[in-house]
């Protein structure tokens, strides 16, 4: 898992996340924005509040901005998938009308 290091945003965890995904390994995927969920979570619990200084303005824009990334890429192959599954469907209709020709 990713090492979450008190007073810094938590990174996420990209690399990680692409390699589960990449092995259609949801469950880990899962945890690991869960993960990732919890730190953010916790970093910005209200008991901490003071731990959000100004200047770590840019370290939580980066995060934003990682994040966006992310679900854009997960957007993406979201819609791969769904062109797959498609395509799966067009071919499975074209078997089957062969097999009842076929009689």
Same mark, same amino acid.
């Given at each position: 898992? =990713?090492?979450? =290091? ?21 469950? %880990?995927? #899962?945890?690991? %924005?869960?993960?990732?969920?919890? #730190? %953010? *979570?916790?970093? +910005? ?9 100004? *200047?770590?303005?840019? #370290?939580?824009?980066? +995060? ?12 993406? *192959?979201?819609?791969? %998938?769904?062109? +797959?599954?498609?395509? +799966?469907? *067009? ?9 009842? #020709?076929?009689?």
């Amino acid at each position: 898992m =990713t090492d979450y =290091t008190a007073g810094m945003p938590p990174a996420l965890p990209v690399e990680a996340l692409r390699e589960a995904l990449g092995q259609a390994e949801l469950d %880990v995927a #899962a945890a690991l %924005v869960d993960a990732h969920d919890r #730190a %953010v *979570r916790q970093f +910005l619990a209200p008991e901490d509040a003071g731990l959000l200084d100004p *200047r770590q303005r840019q #370290a939580w824009l980066n +995060l934003l901005e990682e994040q966006q990334a992310m679900l854009a890429e997960l957007g993406q *192959r979201r819609d791969h %998938v769904a062109g +797959l599954i498609q395509q +799966l469907q *067009r071919h499975q209709r074209g078997a089957n009308a062969y097999l009842q #020709a076929m009689g």
